[in-house]
Each structure stands twice: as structure tokens, then as C-alpha cells.
């Protein structure tokens, strides 16, 4: 290359106005020459570097599918986490603590009695009830045998 | 290109970019290997917005640029560590011109300029890319990138010069 040419396109290239055609040229013609101008060395020098930055590359390569599948083994794990904190947060919320029990103490009624059908499960009531009743049955039951007795008697003087 | 198939491809393709790229932000090679793990996990999770997006690559290299960044940020590694004075003349002016040495010289002078200047000259100058797909990672015109990118360029050849004439002296 011409060094009219070369400093023409170094011109450009320091603009930022190259494309990448003629900085694959510039990178070239340093490469292949030796007995470049004093101007230019640093500029060789930087080609030089550039290329040697590009062969750069890492020790490991990153295997793509085992980060994938890493990434989705994550996701299930933390799914799974986050649905058991919630399930135990529901439990402790739902658990009532010992301070907070309130079991209202009822005892077991000692009386119980229907009425037309309705139980009544208070003691007092149903034993008054009962009372009444019982004492209804027994009236009747006294009123009945006097009838019985009646006819008996008038049976026999017959 | 949503197949698993396409996807790994695509990923595969750009490795060693994403991880040249998160090295010349982070500048340690263990630390660019974790972003490029991290990266990959969120291109995959993000892999419909990604494969879709007019400039593929651009768009993956600028979560890398970020991702770089943010952990740069976080460690709190100032970019004043990077000290071009501790890789250059030995005491006695000898000047080592290895390719190697050059290539790390320059590595650091990379890194030492302004984002955007940095991410500019690296993606065209070792990555090759095109301006537009500069312009997209960095989110600005083309014009932008241009001007960017000779800044870098004049930056880093100015520091080299500097240094070469110690060197000499």
C-alpha cells in the first residue's frame, strides 16, 4: 500500500470514520510491514494489541445447557419454597395459640325434655316441665282410678 | 430463532465477545467469567425480547456492558487502580515490547478512558462491530459513536506516544 494511501486512511481511522474494510486493510499493511514510518508505530502497536485482545478468551467455556437447566432446577426449587412458606404462614395463621383459645365451658345439662317436639336443654326449665307434666299425669292417673273405682263399686252392688 | 437449538448457537457465538468485553470493564478474568454465567441466565430468561431485537448482539453486549458495571460499582473498583505508570519503563529505561505486554499496556489504557469511549473502541477495534450496532448498545446515533471512537482512538495513541518517548529517554 501506498503511504499516500496509509496516511489517508490513518486519518480517517482517527476520525472514526473508517469502515471496517479499510481498518482490516490499515491492520494488514502494519501487520506484513516492517519499516513503518516513526509516525506510525504507535499505531502498529495498537493494531498489534487488538489483535492479540481478540484471541483473548476465557479458561472455561460456559456450557449453555447446564446453566439452562440449572436455571429451570432453580425456578422449581424456589416455586416449591415459596408454596410451602405460604402453606406453613396459612397454618401458623389458622393455629390458634394458647392464649387464645376460648372454649366455652358448658356443662352437660342434667335435664333434658321435649316439649311439642323442642328439646329443652336448660336444667331448671326442663326440670319445672318435667314437674308439670309428671303432675298432669299424675292427676289424671288419680282421676281415672276414682272413675275405676266408681264403676267397680257399682258393679259389685248391682 | 426461539429454538433451544438457535438459542445456544446464538449464546456460543458471542462467549468470548461478551466475556472480552466484561474483562475490559472488570478487568479480572475470574470476575468475567461469573458475568458471563449471570449473563447467559438472564439472556435465557429474557430470550424472546433478546433473539427478537433488530440488533441481537448489541442488545446482549450492552446487558453484558451493564452487568459488568454494576459489579465494577458494587466492588467499588475505582478506575484510578488501574496505574499504566506500574506496567511501563523499567528503572533503568529498558522498554519491553513484547506483543503480549503491548497487548496489556493497551488493555489498560482502554480501561481507563470514559465509558462510552471505552465500550466504542473496544466493540469496532477488537470485536469488529459495525457503528450501528455500537449505537445500539450504547444507546445513541451513529454520529455519537463516531466521535467517541476517535476521541478513544487519539487517546490511546497519544498515551502510547507519551509513553514510548519515556521509554527512550
Not at chain 1, 333434658?112 to 323442642?118: M, R
Not at chain 2, 470493564?25 to 449473563?39: C, F, H, R
Not at chain 2, 469488529?128 to 445513541?140: N, R, V
Request: hydrophobic content about 40%; charged content about 30%.
Amino acid at each position: 500500500m501506498e503511504l499516500s494511501r496509509v496516511k489517508i486512511l490513518v486519518d480517517r481511522y482517527f476520525d472514526g470514520l473508517t469502515s471496517l474494510d479499510e481498518e482490516q486493510e490499515l491492520a494488514r499493511y502494519f501487520a506484513k510491514n516492517s519499516d513503518i514510518p516513526e509516525e506510525y508505530q504507535a499505531v502498529k502497536m495498537m493494531f498489534a494489541s487488538f489483535d492479540t485482545l481478540r484471541e483473548d478468551t476465557p479458561k472455561d467455556k460456559v456450557e449453555v445447557k447446564r446453566r439452562k437447566a440449572f436455571t429451570i432446577s432453580r425456578r422449581w426449587i424456589v416455586g416449591v419454597a415459596a408454596v410451602a412458606a405460604i402453606l406453613i404462614g396459612v397454618a401458623v395463621a389458622i393455629t390458634p395459640t394458647e392464649d387464645s383459645i376460648d372454649i366455652p365451658v358448658q356443662a352437660e345439662p342434667d335435664y333434658v325434655c321435649y316439649v311439642g317436639g323442642v328439646k329443652i336443654e336448660d336444667d331448671q326449665l326442663a326440670y319445672a316441665e318435667a314437674s308439670r307434666l309428671l303432675s298432669v299425669v299424675s292427676e289424671d292417673m288419680q282421676s281415672a282410678m276414682a272413675e275405676i273405682n266408681r264403676l267397680t263399686y257399682y258393679n259389685i252392688v248391682k | 430463532m426461539k429454538t433451544e437449538a438457535q438459542y445456544i448457537e446464538f449464546v456460543n457465538s458471542l462467549h468470548d465477545t461478551v466475556y472480552r468485553l466484561a474483562r475490559s470493564i472488570i478487568m479480572d478474568d475470574a470476575e468475567a467469567e461469573d458475568i458471563v454465567q449471570d449473563l447467559f441466565e438472564r439472556v435465557w430468561r429474557a430470550r424472546d425480547t433478546v433473539l427478537t431485537n433488530q440488533y441481537p448482539r448489541a442488545y446482549v453486549c450492552r446487558m453484558a456492558h451493564n452487568l459488568a458495571i454494576d459489579r465494577q460499582r458494587a466492588k467499588q473498583r475505582a478506575q484510578s487502580f488501574i496505574c499504566v505508570d506500574g506496567v511501563m519503563p523499567t528503572a533503568d529505561g529498558e522498554h519491553e515490547t513484547t506483543t503480549k505486554d503491548m497487548a496489556s499496556l493497551t488493555r489498560r489504557l482502554i480501561a481507563g478512558l470514559p465509558e462510552k469511549q471505552r465500550v466504542a473502541i473496544h466493540m469496532r477495534d477488537v470485536e469488529g462491530y459495525e457503528i450501528e450496532e455500537i449505537a445500539a448498545l450504547l444507546e445513541c446515533d451513529e454520529a455519537s459513536v463516531r466521535m467517541n471512537l476517535s476521541r478513544a482512538r487519539k487517546s490511546v495513541r497519544e498515551q502510547l506516544i507519551k509513553l514510548m518517548n519515556y521509554g527512550v529517554k
